[in-house]
């Protein structure tokens, strides 16, 4: 049995990455965890191949996004579709807007965002793991209050999303 198995539910996000008004892009990561509180530091895997991991190793920043359960349609679109070939934005309709101190932006619809630099970058397996130091944090107020409740990856997804394709522009 896959280990991934005993690992479940995780979390979903949407990491956005690139510069607001240029080149950006979103990804639907479950593979995220905070590292330490003093630095404040979170850890994300993300695929070699994939187009974040490009744009995130030449910016060195990212911004973490926490979707609530209605944003599942786009989650999913932005898990299976890969910025080399869509603008992700245009097609789920999820609207970019400066972030507080980054480049990158932030997704309007997003209840949270997490804006972190880039502070190690480290190889594991299919995946490099980016840590960063979350620079800025800031949430709807309702999210704060407990009224809002975010959904849980149940591991219900097919494994094939990890065989996106990616295809170099
Ligand atoms: C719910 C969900 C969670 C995912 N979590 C991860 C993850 O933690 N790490 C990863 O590398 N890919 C993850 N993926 C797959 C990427 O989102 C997918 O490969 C995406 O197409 C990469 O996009 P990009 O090439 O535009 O960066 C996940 C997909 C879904 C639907």
């Known amino acids: 049995m896959e280990y991934l198995e005993f690992m479940w539910p995780m ?39 994939a187009y974040s991991c490009k744009l995130i190793r030449s910016t060195k920043e990212f911004i973490i996004n926490v979707p609530l359960e209605k ?53 594991t397996g299919d995946k490099n793991l980016f840590i960063g130091e979350v620079i800025e944090a800031y949430a709807d107020e309702a999210l704060v209050k407990g009224k809002k409740k975010v959904e849980y990856a149940k591991g219900d997804f097919p494994g094939k999303i990890y065989a996106t394709r990616f295809k170099e522009e």
């Open 71 to 123: 944003l599942k349609p786009q989650i999913y679109y932005c898990g299976y579709h890969s910025g080399y070939q869509v603008d992700k934005f245009k097609e789920t309709g999820l609207t970019p807007q400066h972030a507080r101190k980054l480049k990158a932006p932030i997704i309007g619809e997003c209840v949270a965002h997490m804006e972190c630099k880039v502070r190690m970058e480290i190889e």
């Open 11 to 49: 979390r979903h996000f949407l990491v956005t990455c690139g510069e607001i008004g240029g080149k950006s892009n979103i990804i639907a990561l479950s593979f995220c965890m905070p590292v330490s509180k003093e630095p404040p530091l979170i850890a994300c895997a993300v695929g070699k191949k």
